[in-house]
């Protein structure tokens, strides 16, 4: 593998690290606050969606970006209605979420634009362009790092930079911030919290919508920034995956940095070669498809590390019985 | 209530007895929806143009689920429909419970074989259109290399690669062929996001015409060769509109036809395997204004002096699914 094609081969691992790692966070202020999310899936279909649909009709991707974020934050109140407001089973109003976009989406979209459930291609406007940092043209002859500069770090859109800048703005705000505290405190001992004389159900209810914000752009991403048009169902699991790095990171946003570039570079490996021949043993394409899912079983299971989910995840906070 | 029994079968008595009559034909469409830009939309196409030609009229129904596929043809037979069409493999287990049951009724499925003696069964030799495809891919490329992006890994999928690579080495025998599938899961038919890594990847090493024959996915590798400024090549329908002057051509599948003659021939229906392919106008590429200045005369010529040849049989494609292999690389 020469210089080039490693290059090559990361800067398809950023792109498709990106929706994974948007996902990730959002999860991770979500589990965070003690609410178990696996609707990230159906949250950024819906995003998607709307993301597209918007940016088709106004011609502004921006504006595309906010519907697609207000879609995502309503289905993200939703589950909060159910498992905070309701107490509902949060696993149970997830799934119910996921349902709801993979139908919702393609009956709108059929309804709207006729094309068998999916947008109209985007043109100009209407869908994010990749970015080239100031000087890249100029450095790109520059040995070793000229390249690294121009074709790595340069070229994405601005989702992936602002999507890269939520990982220290996620630990800051959770880590050294009042409002953090009390999240992670709301997640681990949601009493202590309210005998403090803070809101459990507010507290939660900012988690959640700020769950909704980032899988909004997530979704946007994917539809507008990497792709021009929503296609059904075209997260093609990319929630579950994101899922499987929370766990993987044990909830904290640096190492969900680092698993979601982890997978997205497993991804970016199958896509490139389809079977790897390590001196005799060849590895099918389809153990790369699979390896995030093992590794995170391999990490549940305590092999490496223990992963220790928020104390109170998954229990809606009775105040008094 | 048996007064309204006996009132209702007599009702339903008197609809058959119409609907008998009358032998309309039927169409399903499966759960693509009847305006996918595809494989239903060319159903839809070859039943309407049967509407104009003969004047007569035909009851059609969009499946909302998988459960309603016995349901749906179920009610056609009661009905008196006569013949029905359906469009699709995933019907193949639905009507191999329904058509027995109807013995005076003709069915005709498309994409797949259901062995009953009242069924009429289409399949197209995808692996000839795409063999012509191959040949102008081969005959446009610069670099030499030219890529095929596959939906889910089934076979009949290989057939479409098998056959595009025979096309491709029969115009440039030293051309490399970059093949990639998008997944083993029904998720690889609707993940155009890794479609456009794919596509990515593979003009990266060198591609500068890639096939896709992947569904939704391929919508992000025609995408992808758009911007990219290399040439893609649509699958099924005519998708040469979707990037004007950015597809090369389209590997068409004349779902309209097969479902047009089945219309026109009515209760006389002949059953059987009906193969449709280059010698019937089965499959074929796509022509059109937004691809004709990318396709020069002579690429033109040579690709339809081939079309003769296997039309005529001393051109014989292999088929990958007659035996799961493909001799070329």
Redesign the interface.
């Known amino acids: 593998m020469d210089f080039l094609t490693l290059l090559q081969v990361l800067d398809s691992t950023v792109r498709l690290a990106t929706p994974l790692l948007l996902a990730c966070l959002a999860g991770l202020f979500s589990e965070r606050a003690g609410i178990f999310d696996i609707g990230l899936e159906g949250k950024m279909l819906m995003a998607a969606f709307l993301s597209a649909s918007v940016a088709f009709f106004t011609g502004s991707v921006w504006i595309g970006l906010l519907a697609g974020i207000a879609a995502s934050v309503l289905l993200s109140v939703l589950h909060g209605l159910a498992s905070i407001t309701f107490r509902g089973n949060q696993l149970i109003s997830a799934v119910a979420i996921n349902f709801l976009a993979a139908g919702l989406t393609v009956l709108i979209a059929q309804a709207w634009f006729r094309e068998g459930g999916r947008t109209p291609s985007l043109i100009g406007g209407a869908r994010f362009e990749p970015v080239t940092l100031p000087l890249a043209e100029t450095l790109a002859p520059v040995p070793v790092l000229g390249p690294i500069y121009s074709e790595l770090v340069s070229g994405h859109t601005i989702l992936v930079y602002l999507a890269l800048a939520c990982v220290p703005l996620t630990w800051w705000v959770l880590w050294r911030t009042r409002f953090g505290l009390r999240l992670r405190a709301v997640g681990e001992n949601p009493a202590a919290v309210d005998t403090a004389g803070i809101s459990v159900v507010g507290m939660r209810y900012g988690a959640v919508v700020i769950c909704g914000v980032l899988c909004g752009i997530a979704g946007a991403y994917l539809a507008t920034g990497l792709q021009a048009g929503f296609v059904k169902d075209m997260t093609a699991g990319r929630g579950y995956i994101a899922l499987a790095a929370l766990i993987f990171a044990k909830w904290r946003p640096w190492h969900a940095l680092g698993a979601t570039l982890l997978f997205g570079l497993l991804q970016a490996v199958a896509v490139r070669y389809q079977n790897i021949d390590l001196g005799g043993v060849v590895i099918p394409v389809q153990v790369m498809d699979a390896l995030p899912y093992v590794l995170t079983v391999v990490i549940l299971a305590g092999f490496v590390g223990k992963a220790i989910p928020p104390r109170a995840g998954g229990e809606p906070y009775v105040k008094e019985r | 209530m048996t007064m309204m029994k006996t009132l209702l079968t007599a009702a339903a008595g008197l609809a058959l007895s119409a609907g008998a009559a009358l032998a309309e034909p039927a169409l399903i469409f499966d759960l ?2 009847k ?4 494989f ?2 060319s159903a839809y196409n070859g039943a309407q143009r049967w509407a104009e030609e003969t004047g007569g009229d035909y009851a059609e129904v969009e499946l909302t689920s998988e459960a309603q596929r016995e349901q749906a043809l179920r009610r056609f037979a009661e009905n008196g429909n006569n013949p029905i069409v359906m469009t699709g493999f995933a019907f193949g287990n639905a009507l191999a419970e329904v058509a027995p049951d109807y013995p005076d009724t003709k069915f005709a499925i498309i994409d797949m074989v259901v062995e009953e003696p009242n069924v009429r069964s289409v399949v197209f030799n995808e692996h000839e259109g795409s063999y012509l495809v191959g040949m102008m891919a081969a005959m446009a490329s610069d670099s030499g290399t030219v890529g095929f992006i596959g939906g889910m890994d089934i076979p009949l999928i290989r057939k479409f690669a098998c056959g595009y690579v025979q096309g491709v080495k029969a115009v440039d025998g030293d051309a490399e062929v970059i ?3 998008t ?2 899961t029904p ?1 690889a038919w ?5 479609g ?3 596509t ?2 593979q003009i ?1 090493q060198g591609a500068d015409v890639i096939y896709h024959a992947a569904g ?1 996915t391929g ?2 590798v025609l ?1 992808s060769a758009a911007d990219e400024g290399v040439l893609g090549i649509g699958v099924d329908s005519n998708q040469n509109y ?2 004007p002057g950015d597809v090369l051509t389209s590997m068409v599948k004349r779902v309209d036809n097969a479902v047009y003659e089945a219309m026109m021939a009515g209760d006389d229906l002949e059953t059987g395997i009906v193969v449709m392919g280059l010698a019937n106008g089965g499959v074929g590429y796509a022509l059109d204004e937004h691809n004709a200045d990318l396709v020069s005369e002579e690429m033109q010529a040579s690709v339809d002096a081939a079309a003769d040849r296997i039309a005529s049989g001393d051109l014989k494609v292999h088929d990958y699914m007659s035996d799961n292999n493909c001799p070329v690389e």
Not at chain 2, 190 to 194: A, C, R
């Open positions: 693509g929806g305006f996918d830009k595809s239903n939309e093949q990639n599938m997944g083993t998720a609707n993940d155009p996001v890794k456009s890594e794919i990515k990847a990266s939704g919508t992000g995408q979707l990037h």
